[in-house]
């Protein structure tokens, strides 16, 4: 037998054994999704795997907790941290249109992992999420996007309650408007439960935002028929925020604030019970109105003196403050443009009073106006606190601080003292990326390398060095950690003392997405 | 070393033609109607015998002169020619070349390179290397003799394995490279079955070095070097050149062949948690285990020896 002989066989009998070779276990990328942080925990979805990973950090180490979550048949289409981030959501549809017999679900997991998921069945796919500042509800939608049905109802919603198994599936009962938004209104200052009293009953009111027409249901009741407000195509009005005013003693009757995309006025709704005309089930309407506020809102607020209840806009280059009863508007100028607006309580010689603040990215001030004795105060003119290098994002990290980047400069702005602290650095900072530990501002923002900390007392700042750049910064209370993820597949990030981050009680750890990879 | 590359070597090897004197041209020597293998060893005569065997034969030189002068031609008288004046002349006898005596097998010192694979059952196995495969080359030095003059040979050696293998997981989101050094001590009985085709079983036993190193897609390296126990048996077939086709015959003291053997490697498991590589002054650092890596299955190798005997 000669060597050319000998080839043949020896090709066929490799091919064969190729043929006959298991598949690549590692051949497909893992399909992993950024990890989602809450009070203790930052979770991910491995897609492959149907898991939800916590992972747990501790102060020598991390700790991996799995969750089963779906099974081959399903796949995870989001996920997100509740708004109080004590639990993580996650909605789980069938990984594909053959599949008739399997139902969207929404997962509720505590932030250890420890403990039953809660289940709500929803009917949809839906691709977006809105939560109630309370913490009590969350209505499933579809956002803007499309889901992955082959024909779905732009309109349709899942209400949650997620401090029971309540789900309340509709469609909204409006004029045809495709869903934009979804509000959840409440009285500014207001982190309760969002209800507001009309005709002695609490309304949870949810407000669907769509072109040109609002839909408000009562979440705290099925029983409640929905109201539904059109602004004619004449009247050009199409909502873009809300703004809900409790009744008082200066107007009793509750009122929905719709500020516009565009146009100069704000509607009024004022909400009044009214049962049904059917049935007799308790319910509400609305009286619609619109108020004229000079020039273009971009934002408001509600403040009422001894005497009046006022609407405060702001969008030109002063603060707006109009009776909602009689329409009529007066202006603070400020000298400069105003967009954005937010009201604290300020410590005065007389006591607390109302503090109006605004400013407007590009702006180079912040303008702090009393509003004590507004109206016997003619000519009276905000406090400027100038951003020398002009405002870029804003953070209010609590009722006396505020937290201004612009570029590679950082403002700590304390209201009470009127002090603004510039704090240079060599990237950008994010003020978004950011959290309050006590009186320690912690910042870590995406792409630089190091952690920063702020101590609001002394306004002394502090800079740890990472190793590696950051791709997401997590604070997480509960463990009293702040996390740094950075960008690498197999899992890579940095645990910090919140308190007081330093390298000597830091540690990183890697490659715990890929635990347990030569065991598949 | 390739297996395609192999394949000359040991063609050229085993190919009688390579023999400086073949078989149809070769001068009848004493050793030539002794049989193969180890009847030829034991049928030899003793040197002393050989020895006169080949003072009684003539020479192969003076063989082949004496071909050149006769056939002596009978001298017949002629009555035409005058008497002759001249008698014929013979060359005196040569002196006998030197030869070396046969030399029995009673021991044998091998040397070998060797080309190996295991194929490893452990899927994980996938991580490191671009097949379950995972190739081997090395070297052994070995050492037998022959037990109580019958066919079987005993003895053992050392040998040193080398493997590198290169993968990678996750769709190359991890790379990997895997060094594994075994050095071992074998023990190995052999069947000759006759000369030039001996059966054996080998048994090896030794540490396996393994030096793990993998990187991320965010190049974050990561290494591991773990010790584990290796046992290895194995049984194949030895093909060397016989005596009989070498140079010197039954004297020879060098031969050369390659051997075929087709077994199972144990290795020990290793868990598998990569250090993490760091710059200087590094952060506290902690992994996770990746799990178990099994690199044991069957293996089938083969190798060239120079046999010394």
């Known amino acids: 037998m000669t060597y050319r002989n000998l080839l043949l066989p020896s090709l066929v009998l490799a091919q064969a054994l190729t043929a006959c070779a298991p598949p690549d276990p590692y051949a497909e990328a893992p399909n992993i999704l950024p990890p989602v942080g809450t009070r203790a925990s930052l979770t991910y ?43 993580v959501m996650a909605l789980v549809a069938p990984a594909s249109d053959k599949t008739e017999d399997i139902d969207e679900q929404l997962y509720l997991f505590p932030a250890s992992g420890d403990g039953d998921p809660r289940v709500y069945d929803v009917l949809a796919p839906f691709t ?4 109630s500042p309370d913490g009590r509800r969350a209505v499933l939608h579809f956002a803007d996007g499309v889901g992955t049905g082959a024909l779905q109802n732009a309109n349709q919603v ?22 934009r938004s979804i509000e959840f209104p409440t009285p500014p200052g207001v982190v309760g439960p969002t209800a507001v009293d009309v005709g002695g009953r609490p309304l949870e009111l949810v407000a669907f935002l769509a072109d040109g027409e609002v839909v408000l249901v009562d979440a705290g009741n099925e029983a409640t028929d929905q109201v539904a407000v ?143 004795d507004l109206e016997a105060s003619i000519g009276r003119t905000p406090e400027a606190l100038a951003i020398e290098t002009g405002i870029q994002d804003l953070v209010v990290l609590d009722n006396d601080r505020v937290l201004v ?13 009127s002090q603004v602290t510039p704090l240079s650095a060599m990237t950008p900072y994010d003020a978004r990326s950011s959290a309050l530990e006590g009186n320690q501002l912690l910042l870590g923002t995406p792409g630089q390398t190091w952690v920063s900390t702020v101590d609001l007392l002394t306004l002394n700042p502090e800079s740890m060095v990472l190793d590696d750049p950051i791709t997401s910064f997590h604070y997480l209370p509960d463990a009293a950690k702040l996390v740094l993820v950075h960008g690498d597949p197999v899992g890579h990030l940095t645990v910090t003392d919140a308190a007081s981050p330093s390298r000597s009680t830091s540690f990183v750890a890697w490659g715990y997405l890929v635990e347990g990879l030569l065991d598949p | 070393m390739t297996f395609s590359s192999i394949v000359p070597i040991v063609l050229v090897l085993a190919a009688p033609a390579a023999s400086p004197v073949g078989p149809g041209d070769r001068a009848p020597t004493a ?29 192969p030189g003076e063989a082949d002169e004496a071909d050149e002068a006769e056939p002596a031609p009978e001298t017949i008288p002629n009555p035409f020619a005058a008497p002759p004046t001249t008698a014929v002349v013979r060359a005196p006898p040569p002196v006998a070349a030197p030869t070396r005596p046969p030399r029995p097998i009673r021991w ?36 037998d003799f022959r037990l109580a003059e019958g066919r079987f040979f005993l003895g053992g050696g050392v040998s040193y394995q080398n493997v590198n293998r290169r993968g990678d997981a996750n769709a190359a989101q991890i790379t990997s490279k895997l060094g594994v050094h075994e050095p071992q001590v074998l023990g190995r009985v052999s069947f000759m079955v006759l000369e030039g085709l001996d059966a054996f079983a080998r048994v090896g036993v030794g540490p396996s070095i393994v030096d793990m190193r993998v990187q991320s897609e965010a190049y974050e390296t ?49 868990e598998v948690r990569p250090t993490l590589e760091q710059d200087d002054e590094p952060l506290r650092a902690t992994t996770s285990p990746w799990g178990t890596l099994s690199m044991h299955g069957l293996s089938f190798g083969m190798g060239l020896f120079l046999r010394v005997m």
């Open chain 2, 31 to 59: 050793e030539e109607p002794a049989p193969e293998g180890l009847e030829a060893d034991e049928a030899q005569p003793a040197p002393d015998e050989a020895d006169e065997a080949d003072e009684a034969q003539p020479a």
């Open chain 1, 405 to 417: 980047s612009s570029g590679i400069n950082l403002y700590v702005v304390d209201l009470p003292r």
């Open chain 2, 108 to 143: 044998r010192l091998d040397f070998g390179l060797g080309v190996g694979t295991t194929v490893a059952r452990d899927p994980g196995v996938r991580a490191f290397s671009r097949g379950r495969s995972l190739p081997d080359t090395g070297a052994s030095a070995l050492f």
């Open chain 1, 158 to 179: 899942a209400i949650v309650r997620l401090d029971s198994s309540e789900v309340r599936n509709l469609t909204l009962n409006g004029f045809g408007g495709r869903l």
């Open chain 1, 128 to 131: 977006g999420v809105a939560l």
């Open chain 1, 230 to 372: 059109r602004f004619g195509a004449e009247v050009g009005f199409s909502p873009e925020a809300t703004l809900l005013r409790a009744g008082n003693a200066v107007f009793g009757k509750p009122a929905l604030f719709l500020r516009p995309s565009a146009g100069s006025d704000v509607a009024m709704l004022t909400l009044v019970d009214k049962s049904d005309e059917a049935t007799g089930e308790a319910g509400f309407s609305t009286q619609v109105s619109l108020i004229p506020v000079g020039e273009h809102a971009t934002d408001m607020s509600a403040y009422d003196s001894e005497e009046t209840p006022y609407l405060v806009t702001v969008g030109g280059s002063a603060f707006v403050f109009t009776d909602i009863r009689t329409q009529q508007s007066f202006t603070v100028g400020t000298g400069s443009a105003v967009q954005k607006l937010f009201m604290r309580d300020a410590e005065t010689a007389a006591g607390t009073i109302r503090q109006a603040v605004g400013w407007a990215p590009g702006g180079a001030a912040l303008y702090a106006l009393d509003l004590d």
């Open chain 2, 222 to 270: 990561a290494s591991q070097r773990a010790i584990i126990p290796r046992v290895d048996g194995r049984a194949g077939l030895s093909l060397y050149l016989p005596k009989k086709w070498l140079p010197s015959k039954q004297a020879s003291r060098v031969t050369a062949g390659l051997d075929l053997g087709l077994g199972y490697t144990w290795r020990g498991k290793i």
């Open chain 1, 45 to 87: 979805v491995d897609r492959d795997e149907h898991e939800l990973l916590f992972v747990l950090p501790e102060d020598e180490r991390i700790r991996l907790v799995r969750r089963r979550l779906g099974d081959d048949r399903t796949t995870v289409l989001w996920t997100r941290a509740t708004i109080d981030r004590d639990r």
